[in-house]
Structures are given as C-alpha cells and as structure tokens.
C-alpha cells in the first residue's frame, strides 16, 4: 500500500459550472470555511456577533482541488481515493471526469481514478454544494428537515447559525491490490451463562467484492493469543470460551481482545480490538403495576439498562459537537472530555441528534475507557418527511453509520433523534424516517436495542431553570414529585466565567450584562426564552442585586450547582422505577455567555461539575429536600437516603445530619444503616425548625463515620431578606 | 391449465415414520379431527364438556394422501402442487420422496411434481406434525409462544382448548406451464390533490422465476376500459388519472376498478380488482397539548385514521374465527357476519392477533362493501421470544400475510397482536418479533400504518363488565372520566339465548345456572374469573333474583345492551380526541353459555346489536349520564349532544327530552341546534328530579323534530329495592 500526498487547495463560486476565483490552502480533515477565514483574515468568530459575517458561505459552491503525483508501476493495483465524509453533497472529478455524485456527510465515499488517469499530472476535484435547504421561507433548523446533516448548525439556543461544508473528516489516496483486506468485521451472539461467543467474521476487500483468501486469525488477551482459526473465503465463525466480558465504568473492566488477521498469501496483516457484551432494555421495575385501572392502557416502554445482566443506573450526560467546524476536532479534543465525562462519575454519553456522528476516535476511546455510548441518528426537533429521496439518503447514511459503530461495545443504545414525537417536531410512530431507522438497526445490530427517540412516553425532558416562573416552583420542588423511568435531558443553565465573557463580549457591554447583538450571539438572551440563558433574574430573585459580573457569575453558577445536584440525587432516590438521568448538556461547541453546559469551550470547569461529580459516586449519602426555600421559622423536612448503584456494600454505618445555619448548628443521627448492593437504603424523614432569625444560604452535611467519602453537602435558602424585594421587581419588568 | 382431481384420506400415527392404521375420508379444505371424529361417530363437541374427548388429536402425526391420476403429456408443463395453508408444519411426499418440508400456516406451500412422478399412479402424501408445543408446564395458550400459529386455539376464555391441524385453505394440482401468469401484483403511490395514482405492476407466474412476456393490460371502470397498457418483461409503470377513489362504509363507494391483464403470446388472461386509497393514522386533535408540564414526556402516538385525507371515527368491532376449525370457514360464513357488521353501521374489522389470518375470500368482501380491516399478525398475551427459529418462521409467515393482504385496499392497519405491551405478556418495544414485523411491513407496504400493539399508550382496553367490583363503579361511571384515543377493546357479558343454552348444557343443570363443567366448559364460569361471563350477581345486583331461566336471559342481555350503548356512545362523544370504539367481540367460533359477543355462533342477533346499531348511526340524538343508578329524591344529570361523523348537516334542529319513571314523565327541551359535518354539537346539562317513590327501571327519550331517525332511547335505574338486598348478599359470597 502506497499513500499519495495530497495538497489540496479550495475556493469558492455560485454556479456548479463555475470555477473559483481565488485559490486558498485547504486542511483536509477540515472545513471549508475555515480555511477561507483565514486566507483571507476574517475577524475571530468567536468574539461579538462576528460569525454573522461567515453566514454568506453557506450557499458558495466550494471546489477542493488537489495535483496527485502517481507511481507509474499501478499495474494490478488501483489507485482508490476514500474520503470518511465529506460534508454534504458532492462530485468527484479526475481530470474534469464525473467519478461519482455523493451525498451524506457519514458514508464512506471510495472511487477508483484507474479509469482516467493519465500519465502527466493528475488533478483530483471534489465540488462540494452549497449547504442542503428545504426551504427559504425562514432561517432556521427547519430548513435541515429533509437532510440528514445535523440540523444544529442551523441555529440552536446554544449555537450560532454557521454550517459546515468540506472534507471533515479523514481522505487519502492510496495505491493497493484490490484484494487487499480493507476491515475485519466481527459480530457475535453471546451466552451469558455459557460465557461463551458464537463469534462471525467476514472480511472486506478494498475492490469491494470477495476474493477467498487465506487467513490466520489470532485472538490474543494482553498479548497472549487465546484462539488460532485457520480459514479460507471471506467468512468464517467459531466459538470463543471462558470469555472475558467488557464492562462499563464502575461495574468492571472495560475488557478488549485484540484480533489479528494475516492473509496467509500476502502476509498482510490487520488487527483491531474486539470486546464482548449482551446489553438490553428491559422493563423498569414496578413499570407494569402503573397502569392497572380500566380501561387499560399500555405500560410505559423499558428504559433500563441491562448489561451482561447487570442493571445500571444510566448517569451521564448529554455529549453534543465539541467545535462548531466538525473537521477541527481532534482525538486530542475527544479524549480530554471523556476523561472528564469519567472524572465526574458518568457512565453514559448521549450523543444527541442534532449534532455530528462522532469519528472512530470518539468511539475507540470510550471502548477503552468503558464508557457507554448511546447514539443518535441525525435527526433532532423537525418533522422529516416521508420523503423518497430524503430516505433514500437517510438509508445509506443510517446504514453506513449502524455499520462503523455496532463495531464497538460501548454502542449500547441506537436512537432515530431528539425529541421527534413532540409537538415542536411534529413526528409520530408513524413516521417513515423513524421505521426506517428502526429497520436499519434491527437488520444491521438487532442485538442493540432502538429507541425512536427520546423521550419516550415516561422518559422525562426539561425543566431547564432553577425556578420556573409558570408554576412558581423551584427544582427541588418538580423533582419532589416527578416520576419518570428516565430523565434524559434536564438543564440548569449559568453564566459563564468572567475571563470568557470578556474574550466574547465587548468591553463596554460586559456589565451590567443587557441584550446585545453580542450578548444574544452568546445565548444570554433570546435563546430560548428572552431572558435565558443567562436568567439574571432568577439569580437576582435568591440573592439580590450582584454588583460586579464576578459576583454575578459566582452566584449563577452556584444555583446551577445546587440545581444540578438536586436532580441528580433525586433520580438515583427513585431507583429502580428510575434508571436513567443524564443532564443538558456537558460541553459546548463555542464560547457561550450563559449555558446549561458544565465544561465551557476552553474545558474550564464549572462548580456545577463538582456538584454532579459528588452525586454521581456510586455510593452516598443523600438527602431529599422538598423546596429550595424556607421562611425563618417554618419545619423543614428532609428524606435521607444511601445511595448506591455499584456492588459494594456496608454495614452498620452511621450518619450524622448537621444542619448549619450560619455560626448556629444542629445535629440529627440515623445510626446502623445496611447499605446492599445495587440498592438503595431509605432513611428518616427528618424536621428541622428553621430558625427566626436566619436569611440567605443555609447548609446541610451529612457525614458518615468513618466512611468521609460518602459525605454530602447540601444548600438551601431561607427566602430573601425584604430589602431585595425592590431590586427584584425592577428586574422582572 | 389442466386441474387433477385429488381424494384425500387421512388417519393418524405417533412417530413421523409410522403410517395409520385407519384411513378416513378427508374434507380439503378441512381439518384433521373433524374428519376423524365424524368418521368415528363422536359426539358433537358442542355439547357438554364433549370437547375434552378430542384433545388427545393434539399430539397426533396427520397423514394426508391422495392417488393422483396424471395425464400422459405433460411434455413442457409443469404438475405443481399448491395449497394455500397447512396447519402448521408439514413435510409433502410424492411416491415416498421428500418435496419439501414447511411450517406456518399462512404462508402457501407450492411444489413442483415432475420430478418424482411415475407412470403409474402417483401418491402424494402430506404429513402433518403434532401441534406446536414449546413447553408442558402448563396447558394454555402460553404452549404456542415460539409459534406463528394463533393461541386461542390452546384455550381462551370464550374458545375451548381445541387444536386443529390440517389443510385448512384450498389446495389443488394443476398441469401449467411455468410461464404462466400466476398473479398480477399491483403497488401504487397516491396524488390526492391530483387524484392521480403511480401504479407499478409485477407479473409473477407459476414457475417462480421471471419470464418476460408481451403482455397487455386494460383498466375497467364498470366495463369501460379507462386505460389500456402495452408491455414487455414482467413490471411495468404507468399513471392513471381522474382516480376514482376507494372509500369505507358511510363516507362513499368502495369503487374498484377491474384489471385485465392477457398474455399476448398464449392469450390466458387474470384479472383482478385494485382499488386506490390513501390511509394515514394522523395525531389525535388535542393529543400534543396534553404533555405540557416538566419533564415533559411525549404525546400519545396517533390513532386518528385518515382515509383520502378524511378523518374517520372508527366505529366498529373485534373480529374473532367463526369457526373452531378454521378449515370450515366458506365464503358464505364471512358474507353474513360482514353483512351484519354493516347493517350495525360499523366500518371496521378488527381481526384480532388471537385468531387465523383470514381466507382471500373475507377480505375480498370487505373490499367490496367498504368494510375496514385492522389486521393483526398472529401474536397475543404471549411472550414471544427473540429466538431466531421462531423469527425465521414468523419472518417468512408475516412476509406471505403481508404481500397477500396488501393487496386489497380494506387492509388499512397492522399491528402486531393484542395486548403484548402489558404484564400478562412481557413483551416490549425491544422485541425482535415485533422490530421484525414492522420492518417487514415497512418492506412490502410502507403505505399502511403500523402498530405494534394495542393497545399503544393513550389507548383503552376493558373493562369488561357492567358493574366493577373493585371500584364499585358502574360502566357509565368510568365512561364519564375515561380520556383515551381510542377504545380498541370492550366488553359487556351476557347469557347466551335460552335455546343455545338448552342445546350446550345437559338439562338437569340449565337452571339455575351453577359452575358444572358444562356451563364451565362454555365459558359461563371460570372463564375469566370465577364468575364471569355469565356474571348472574351483577344481573341480581340490579334486577334481584330471576325466577326462570328466560328471565335471566332477558336480564342479563338488556344490561349488555345498555352498557355496550353507553361505551359507544361516550366514545363518539370524546371525539375529537378519541378516534375509535371496537367493542369485544362482534362473533363467536362455537356456542358459548355467555360471552360478551352480540352475534352468537348460530348468527342469532343480542338485543345489544340493536343499541350498538343506533349508538352507531351516523347522525343521532345523545346523551350522557354520569350513573346507571340513582336514589330515589336526587337530581340526575345529563349532557346533550348531536353527534355526526359524517358528511350530512343540519341546521335548527329541535329536540324534546323526555323523561319517563313509569306513567310519569318530564319534558325540556333543546331546540334551534345546528350540526356540522364530521363534527359533534355539544348541548347543554340537564338536571332531572327522581322521584321519590319510584324504583326500578325508567327511560329517557330525545327526540328530534320531524327527524325521528335521530331518535335516542336510554334506560336507567332507580337504586334497587330493600327486598332484594337479602338476596344480593347470598350471591356475593
């Protein structure tokens, strides 16, 4: 195999039939309009509302062109170039001839230039089209509605109206047999009692079809080779024994073999990590004792996961693109949010349908690290059509992505997309794009269970506040009596930190902060309300009027903190009927003013990564309040929990519950408690009087001895002094 | 094409190699036992508990053979053998060879002959296997989990344990010629806005593979050929404009064109009926606003039928076999049920998952008259596993019901079977049988909804009974507050006519009725639970105790007529919302005892088919009750309504309510009301005084101004005597 440098270079025009005016230097992997950025000395995108300035690129033809010097010795071999995806419709030309007309940003695109290659100078072309819309009667996701490109870029409460185009992810040019084997693709049935696999290999040649080779495959555990299959054709199946699972964080090692392939003919060899794991959707427990008055319904779909037999609490987040140009992200850039996925504790990374399919990178690592991947299909808060053409690219692209990725364990859960069977998208069971989906998956990874979408009925989304000012209540008060099987998506929005806002916002804006176009460019205002992201009165409402932008950050992201860890905690309360809380969102794909992210752009960390970090272990102790704020004088009641989703198990423990309200404390106790494995312990309900005297903040430890890693830490709020009062009405005109 | 006669016999072994030892006289189509129990002179298994004497045919082997007499020249022909169904694993011999070995009996089973046939006379065998079985824990229907074969056949609560086997649908031999045209699949896409069809033929022929014939096809309308078509291969696309379209029962014509298809070689010529429609299931009105505080799940998926862009209430019933032995079925048993169905003005079939996939010649007629088919695979109150045996048959089974079914435009829902998504099932949205026949129906008729169950969440199934013990409620009670889409299931018991009764049940236990294993056996008592279905308490509760048996007929079936008036009407009255009421069931496959059907196995009418035939009138006078008994001296309320699902209207209509207690009666009045088309008028509340003296029985009669079609008549009861609560409390223990 011989790789071909490639230099590539791009421009752009208006016509198909056009050629661009001005050439500049491509990166491939990477974006189109980037790379014109900066050849040409745009402003940073970032700061202000300046991306508004980039938006003309969205209907540019862009034309990437590259000189490919061949070998004159191609005798045998062909010359293949493969692009993992270009972003979103494209041509591809050798020496002005039409190789092949692609669309989809997630298949694999491979041709074969043998046919047109002369001997000079070959000049390889691919012409990218302008970015997909259904439509121009507004600016905004819906125009995405018949694409499977990721309707984020459109526009999102949290991401700014820019739409990627190019070659986004890896392309080369190589000279290869066409015999050569490309992938090993490796499927099983697993008995779990047994610990044995029926395991099916098939091999994939670069010229497409099957030449019968012959192969030695070696399975080998850390090194060790474990089985030895000898086989001719391009399939084979045996049976692997004594098998080592792969385990997700928390419940195991995230155990890999290492499959070797050598065509015995050739001596090439290829190899890859194989892991093995039975996973499943099964009934959430007490599910069918709710729906037993007549006339009956059904009862609410199974959302608990089950992996080698093991239930798990599902506790994660919701992963959405770490940059807003897909082609720049790095494994680097993977690598470093996954381990802090991991350092909080999450066992689950939803990747959400409005964003991008992760590159192999993504995935490898999370198979590494065992952390559980639960993929969505790039469909998100739209109503796509049944549409033949729409599907037909929906097919190849469901097709192409259920094929890469049923290839690594940590793929647990196949989504259609976000939100779909709600109003604001408009689709329904029905829905030809979602039984497409579900007959892709089922066809391809019938062994990896299918959601149509999240949320399912009894899958719970929202709130996305600290205090929701239709209902009057604050989190601690929804969660007291919300009863979901899953909380998929719950928000809790903050600033962000000072240094960011003053990297994105201009200096004479920054305080106090007011919708301005920068300010909105960020999402602090109009996102999704007029007031959020940043809802600066709902932070005025507990703590009065902030002085300085520090002071204002500092107190927003402690209510997100405090809101975070509440809702965690309370879903882990309502194990087992509950299985699943996952929060909006964990990072971010820009510099945002104000979001609901816990790790900002520049992976600076937010109080509230801690506040989940400290609910997430998987033994605790915990408490349930029932509001967030007290009046001086009244009883508060507190439920007390250990909480605990792993197999560990304790005996005997006691807690000590000191409620501090400033300098004066008091001490409650709940001695001698059992904590099982993968089980909770229900503890008291406590009282404490709150007293006269008190106002703002209060706090709450629970400690338990000997064991300080079980610790909690909690804050409440003896409603606002009366001299906020003024401050807040000014604020809530 | 050349029919050979064939003249079965059968007799029964007990290892697959053994051959009987007594030949009978076979009935094809027909089923085994019938035919071994007539030519043996048992008794009718109607009667009494006879039916236990024929379980042991079970567990049988069936050999079917036949000596046929071939012609001598076949030369260039093909001698195939062709059944439509064998019930329901089967291995076919010819002169002791093996042809082929099949299992399900939906699929058609088709050999070819030739190679095995002889000069002298040719012996075709069938051997049929013992009845599918994955268990003996237990003698129910849960033995026929791993099979595509119908449960109810294993024992129901209205159907004894009665198994058959056998070649239930036509079978025949002919001599043809591979190439000839052995049906003419038609596939269309629907332009409503211009009434105009994409139609796409496929010719298949006897040989199985393709042939490419010359071929012309003529398009009738009543005769009048609208469009004529010339091709060559076997598919071919044209478009038929100003398309008359296809409607149900009270919304237009069920207008059908005829094809003429005639092979312009060998001038054979098939034709067929197509009829063009286009069905949607459509979000119910209202169903996305009723998710609207956080976390917000998703709304109720949709169960609104459009038809031609029309929204449809679907009024109409659950269909269960006519026949125990489903091989008996002729074309005349389905004509007069349909027949009946329509005359109750119902538009829908609900052909339950418990039962057989009818015979060409059901869905033909419904076709014909405009009846509606929701057609359910054969899954129900079972767990199918995801076991790959199992889904092969299934996949094969589903695929031959499919492609047979879609061919008739009645066929206007799927849906997987009944009940799968509740306790007494297990199964959920992760199983595979049901993720396969989505896809398969996705596959092969994207057009046709598709639901795996019912009912799906928002759906009501039950109650069952006039009066809830539990609850303490009576059917108007819960009627008042039920808030489903759709009402897919209902029942209402009641005794069976006094002559059934005398014909099933030996005469010394015919009154009063007692749990003897013949009224047990006919489903009167232990059926469902101890009591039901004859549920005689409940009939005492309000009528006190029956001093004869025709009394007690009379009783009971008047509380059946009066409950199954009310569901069906309180469900028409929740339209928009609610889209659907199916009541269970419309038939009955042998004489019960007491059932909660209203056509009883001898096609005689229940009283209630007279209410649901007026609670079902397209137009009509309603009204609804919040009780069915009240206290002497309270005041009663009452809502009015017009209802109207369909295209008629009226304007300053004038109604007289009257209500009588015996000789009394009170009159008010409703008058100037205005209906609208495909739309309810709502009336006001009425409050009505009880007297004081009155008990027993009164009625309510609305009355329409010079439209007496419209008329409504209700009966409700004052709350029963002192006398009769001695009684009551004996029955109740």
């Known amino acids: 195999m011989k790789n071909i440098e490639m230099n590539w270079e791009l421009g752009h025009h208006t016509g198909k039939e056009q050629t661009p005016e001005q050439w500049v230097k491509a990166n491939v992997p990477g974006n189109a309009q980037l790379d014109w950025a900066r050849a040409n000395d745009y402003p940073d995108f970032h700061f202000g509302d300046n991306y508004k300035q980039w938006v003309w690129m969205e209907d540019c033809y862009w034309t990437y062109q590259t000189v490919l010097d061949l070998p004159n010795d191609v005798e045998g071999k062909k010359v293949f170039f493969q692009a993992k995806g270009i972003d979103y419709e494209c041509e591809i030309y050798l020496n002005d001839q039409l190789l092949t007309h692609h669309t989809g940003m997630f298949s694999e695109v491979k041709v074969v230039l043998n046919p047109y290659m002369t001997e000079a100078k070959n000049q390889l072309k691919v012409i990218v089209f302008p970015v997909p819309k259904s439509h121009h009667n507004s600016y905004d996701r819906s125009q995405a509605d018949h694409t499977a490109k990721p309707a984020v870029s459109y526009g999102w409460d949290w991401h700014p109206r820019l739409i990627p185009s190019g070659i986004w992810d890896e392309a080369r040019c190589i000279v290869i047999g066409p015999q050569a084997v490309k992938s090993l693709l490796v499927d099983y049935e697993l008995d779990l009692q047994q610990r044995m696999a029926q395991v099916n290999m098939e091999v994939s040649y670069w010229g497409g079809n099957f030449w019968d080779g012959s192969y030695l495959l070696e399975v080998l555990d850390e090194g060790k080779c474990v089985k030895e299959i000898r086989f001719n054709g391009n399939t084979s199946s045996f049976e692997l024994a004594d098998l080592k699972l792969w ?29 093995f794991r ?78 991008i399919v992760n590159k192999d990178a993504f995935h490898q690592y999370c198979d590494d690290k065992g952390m559980l991947v639960w993929q969505e299909f790039p469909l998100a808060c739209n109503n796509h059509p049944d549409d033949k053409q729409y599907l037909k690219v929906l097919k190849s692209e469901a097709t192409a992505i259920v094929k890469r990725l049923k290839q690594f ?12 069977f709600n109003s604001w998208s408009g689709m329904t069971d029905q829905s030809h794009a979602l039984r497409l989906l579900n007959s892709v998956c089922f066809e391809h990874d019938s062994n990896t269970p299918f959601l149509p979408t999240a949320p399912v009925m009894g899958m719970g989304h929202g709130h996305y506040a600290f205090f929701d000012e239709d209902t009057q209540q604050d989190v601690f008060q929804w969660m007291f009596s919300a009863d979901c099987t899953a909380y998929s998506e719950f928000g809790m929005p903050s600033p962000a930190f000072e240094n960011t806002i003053k990297k994105i ?229």
């Open 247 to 275: 385990w997700c964080v928390g419940q195991g090692d995230p155990f890999q073999y290492d499959f070797v392939l050598t065509d015995l003919e050739t001596k090439q060899q290829i190899s890859r990590k194989v892991a």
């Open 278 to 355: 039975k996973v499943a959707l099964v009934m959430n427990e007490g599910a069918y004792e709710r729906t037993n008055t007549f006339p009956k319904s059904r009862s609410c779909p199974p959302v608990q996961m089950e992996l080698n037999g093991q239930k798990i609490f599902l506790k994660g987040t919701n992963w959405v693109n770490p940059e807003i140009f897909p082609g720049t992200i790095t494994d680097a850039r993977y690598h470093e949010l996954i381990d802090l996925a991991l350092e909080a504790n999450m066992n689950i990374l939803r990747v959400w349908g409005g964003g």
């Open 409 to 420: 364990a940590s793929t647990v859960l196949w989504c259609g997309g976000n939100e779909l």
């Open 505 to 733: 916002i201009p200096a004479e804006e920054q305080f106090p902060p007011s919708p301005t176009e920068a300010w909105k460019a960020h999402h602090a205002y109009d996102a999704w309300t007029e007031k959020t992201w940043l809802n600066a009165h709902i932070i005025e409402q507990f703590f009065g009027k902030s002085e300085d932008l520090s002071t204002l950050v500092a107190r927003g992201q402690q209510l997100q903190r405090i809101g975070y860890q509440c809702i965690f905690e309370a879903a882990r309360q309502k194990q087992p009927y509950c299985s699943m809380a996952l929060n909006w969102c964990f990072n971010e794909p820009w510099p945002t003013a104000a979001n609901n992210s816990i790790i900002d752009y520049d992976n600076q960390i937010k109080p509230a990564f801690y506040g989940i970090k400290d609910a997430l272990r998987p033994v605790l102790a915990s408490a349930q309040f029932q509001r967030f704020s007290y009046d001086a004088g009244e009883w508060m009641e507190m439920d007390l929990w250990m909480l605990n989703d792993g197999a560990q198990q304790f005996d005997g423990l006691n807690m000590t519950i000191e409620v501090c309200f400033g300098e004066e404390s008091q001490e409650q106790y709940w001695n001698g408690i059992a904590v099982k494995s993968f089980e909770n312990t229900v503890g008291p309900r406590l009282r404490v009087k709150i007293p006269q005297h008190h106002q703002g903040l209060f706090n709450i430890k629970l400690k338990v001895e000997n064991h300080s890693a079980l610790d909690s830490y909690y804050e409440l709020m003896v409603k606002p002094m009366e001299k906020w009062k003024d401050a807040i009405a000014v604020l809530n005109i």
